[in-house]
């Protein structure tokens, strides 16, 4: 793992004053009370997956997300001199459990809900802007997600489910000199068996056939299913070319391991939400090659990084063993709550007032500009690209880079790439207009008009 820099004994102090300033913003003047409401903080919502199949990468990236916030309460006194209360709620990974979260998050007034999970959030994209609670998604949000004059409510920064499939194809013509080299090639699309790891088949079928590439689609078998029915075996019968194994809605039990046992070269397969570090270094020299998508760092050499060590895992104040205080998972978590806090800092701004609820924290994130001068104020330059969302646009289709496994760490192996924005367009509107037209058929009424319309662009 990559060393974070050294804190002087100077920088240490300067930590600890922070942490003290911190406790007296908190407090308010000598003998004075905080204002009613204050100890409270301002509750955010996280759902996890501490616990079930998907809890090696569930912990990683809930003690990324809740280390940022444990770092700015400790060295800020939270966001506009609120604590931010992180509400985490188990779920195991099971949808149900997802939704019976979401109902307790906005019982306690959550501002902004993080579901982790493809399945939940798509199950809670038609519940969000009846409840005016901000669900953000991060790099596995719904495609319909995107769309902010259709679902205010809904985010998914800075790419959806779709965009880092079409990073993936975009990775694969690249290593082929192009589309044409692509042409004629057979892919394999391996998947969770669920309704979030089905949903964009539809679109990889399409942009199969427009591509010119043989594709079949496997659905990952859930734990303590038929092993008869091996769909790394099935998928090795059929020659692939290439893989994309899609573990944006989880992946349960080893499939790194399952591939290797099947056959398959692990540096055929291109992932998006892919396994954790563990299983990588599990899986040995057969390993190495391995590719994901990402859209930010993996390393810590950040000075947001050191603070994290400093104010929350050095402090006792963390959950998260130091030697796993980053990696591909954890930094998700960190980029997750990041763009969250700007949000709800937006939204103070905007209101002029701290004590802001969903209503405000939709409009603030509707606001986020993350350019370099301001990955920069927040001690994360070169963490990630730009990041701006808008009022029509909840997503930013952000390009996004493939990182290789060496074997002991990810190293970064292509430039920015596209995620064929220009071809996956048509199929959102397409997915759009189906949904319009479904919930009207179903409810007998049109879907609710956004209260504020976004402006056309």
Not at 108 to 119: F, K, L, T
Not at 292 to 320: C, K, M, N, Y
Not at 344 to 353: C, D, S, V, Y
């Amino acid at each position: 793992m990559p060393i974070r820099s050294a804190l002087t004994a100077p920088a240490a102090c300067l930590a600890l004053l922070l942490v003290l300033a911190a406790s007296a913003r908190a407090q308010g003047p000598a003998g004075a009370q905080a204002p009613a409401g204050a100890g409270d903080g301002l509750p955010v919502a996280l759902f996890t997956q501490r616990d079930g199949p998907l809890a090696a990468a569930g912990n990683a990236v809930a003690n990324g997300f809740s280390d940022y916030f444990t770092m700015i309460n400790r060295r800020d006194g939270g966001i506009g001199g609120l604590r931010i209360a992180v509400r985490e709620c188990e779920t195991g990974g099971e949808t149900a459990r997802g939704l019976a979260c979401y109902e307790e998050a906005t019982a306690a007034g959550a501002v902004a809900v993080s579901p982790w999970s493809a399945d939940t959030a798509a199950a809670l994209l038609t519940r969000t802007g009846a409840d005016r609670v901000p669900l953000v998604a991060v790099g596995n949000g719904p495609p319909l997600a995107a769309r902010g004059a259709v679902f205010p409510f809904a985010f998914a920064p800075p790419a959806t489910v779709w965009d880092g499939l079409g990073v993936a194809l975009a990775a694969l013509m690249e290593g082929l000199g192009g589309p044409e080299g692509l042409r004629g090639k057979r892919l394999a699309y391996l998947h969770r068996d669920s309704p979030a790891g089905r949903e964009p088949v539809r679109l990889l079928e399409a942009l199969a056939a427009d591509l010119g590439v043989s594709l079949r689609t496997y659905a990952l078998r859930s734990e303590g299913g038929d092993a008869a029915a091996d769909p790394w075996r099935a998928a090795r019968a059929g020659a692939p070319d290439y893989l994309i194994l899609d573990g944006s809605a989880g992946l349960s039990g080893s499939p790194l391991a399952e591939a290797a046992a099947a056959g398959i070269p692990l540096s055929r397969i291109v992932a998006l939400g892919g396994p954790g570090e563990a299983e990588l270094r599990r899986a040995g020299p057969a390993a190495r090659g391995f590719r994901e998508v990402t859209w930010h760092a993996v390393t810590d050499s950040f000075p947001t990084f050191d603070q994290i060590d400093l104010l929350a895992i050095d402090a006792g104040a963390s959950r998260t063993p130091k030697e796993e205080a980053t990696g591909l998972l954890y930094n998700r978590g960190v980029y997750n709550a990041v763009v969250v806090a700007e949000g709800i800092r937006n939204a103070q701004r905007l209101a002029g007032t701290a004590r802001v609820d969903g209503e405000a924290v939709r409009r603030g994130l509707e606001a986020v500009r993350l350019d370099g001068a301001r990955w920069k104020e927040l001690g994360l330059t070169g963490f990630a690209a730009s990041l701006t969302l808008t009022c029509a646009d909840h997503s930013g289709h952000q390009a996004g880079f493939l990182m290789e496994w060496t074997g002991a760490r990810w190293v970064q192996v292509s430039d920015k790439l596209n995620p064929l924005r220009q071809r996956i367009r048509p199929h959102l509107d397409a997915a759009v207009r189906d949904f319009l037209a479904r919930y009207a058929a179903e409810a007998g009424r049109p879907w609710p008009e956004r209260p504020d319309p976004c402006d056309r662009t």
